[in-house]
């Protein structure tokens, strides 16, 4: 079965960290996977994302100097650090991964054709 299954959401004050785990199971190939989030009533927004083409790795502006990506592919995870979190920062947390070649950057989320239920992620003082 394919499934994308994120974890280690949770609350967190200003300044504090979490990291957060998609556990991507089922897959064969895939062109990009990464990190994206939604705050409600705001669109989705890419947050980080790692290309096969290129083996880059990118982050929205927002988040860099914040946030890392990483990748173990033989446990067929991604992991994305957040560090120095704000309450902008409050959002559901979703992974994703794109399954056929693709060009435009991996922070862009059309196209992406597997996505998790989610983790949210809460930033409070």
């Known amino acids: 079965q394919l499934q994308l299954v994120e974890s280690g959401g949770g609350l967190v004050q200003p300044g504090g960290s979490l990291r957060l785990s998609c556990s991507a199971s089922g897959f064969t190939q895939y062109s990009a996977i990464g990190w994206f989030r939604q705050a409600p009533g705001k669109e989705r927004e890419g947050v980080a994302c790692?290309?096969?083409?290129?083996?880059?790795?990118n982050y929205a502006d927002s988040v860099r100097g914040r946030f890392t990506f990483s990748r173990d592919a033989a446990k067929e995870t991604v992991y994305l650090q957040m560090d120095k979190l704000n309450p902008d920062d409050t959002a559901v947390y979703y992974c994703a991964l794109h399954t056929v070649n693709r060009n435009r950057p991996c922070l862009v989320s059309s196209g992406y054709n597997y996505w998790g239920q989610g983790t949210q992620v809460t930033v409070s003082a």
């Open positions: 790692f290309a096969r083409r290129g083996s880059s790795t």
